[in-house]
């Protein structure tokens, strides 16, 4: 997902695997930084707040009515 589609509030899920952060985890975009390469903050479920690169994020579709 690129940076400039990420809005604050927008919920997203990992696409990749890491021992401490699975993937498919979701969460909600805090920060957008201004600087591309810095990518966004991300609090996950259980609190975390993480810095991950926009190309590592997928938006999550709304549930539908």
Do not use: C, K, W, Y
Not at 8 to 28: C, H, I, K, M, Y
Not at 36 to 44: A, I, W
């Amino acid at each position: 997902m690129r940076t400039t589609e990420m809005a604050v509030g927008a919920s997203v899920r990992t696409n990749f695997d890491d021992p401490e952060l699975p993937e498919g985890s979701v969460g909600e975009v805090v920060t957008v930084h201004d600087d591309l390469s810095d990518g966004v903050d991300v609090r996950f479920g259980d609190g975390r707040l993480i810095n991950i690169l926009s190309h590592a994020l997928e938006q999550v579709s709304p549930p539908r009515s």
